[in-house]
């Protein structure tokens, strides 16, 4: 079964960026990123198909970009101009969240 990986969480201040990468065992389908914010449930913010076809959520599409690279089994949730309303646990995982055991996800936290 496939494992996936998440990592490039940190603390970073407001506005600024942070690069996160989601990396699988194996050959991976369409995925998702996902965040969960502390009190809040877990969230569906950007998907990508195995073609490259993204989306973002639109509140977060004019500072969040996800991309993937098929030859790396890798996912990349590229994030800018954060604010502390992006502190969570962000988690990768097909779009619908049941194709794959969740991994541990990596945490953000923004602070000012």
């Known amino acids: 079964q496939v494992q996936l990986v998440e990592s490039g969480g940190g603390s970073v201040q407001v506005g600024g960026s942070l690069r996160l990468s989601c990396l699988a065992s194996g050959k991976i389908t369409a995925m998702g990123w996902f965040r969960q914010a502390p009190g809040k449930q877990r969230e569906l913010i950007a998907a990508?198909?195995?073609?490259?076809?993204?989306n973002v959520v639109h509140l977060l599409r004019d500072r969040f970009t996800i991309s993937r690279d098929n030859a790396k089994n890798t996912v990349y949730l590229q994030m800018n101009s954060l604010n502390s309303e992006d502190t969570a646990i962000y988690y990768c995982?097909?779009?619908?969240?049941?194709?794959?055991?969740w991994g541990q996800g990596t945490q953000v936290t923004v602070s000012s």
């Open positions: 995982n097909s779009p619908d969240g049941r194709m794959y055991p």
């Open positions: 990508i198909s195995t073609d490259g076809g993204a």
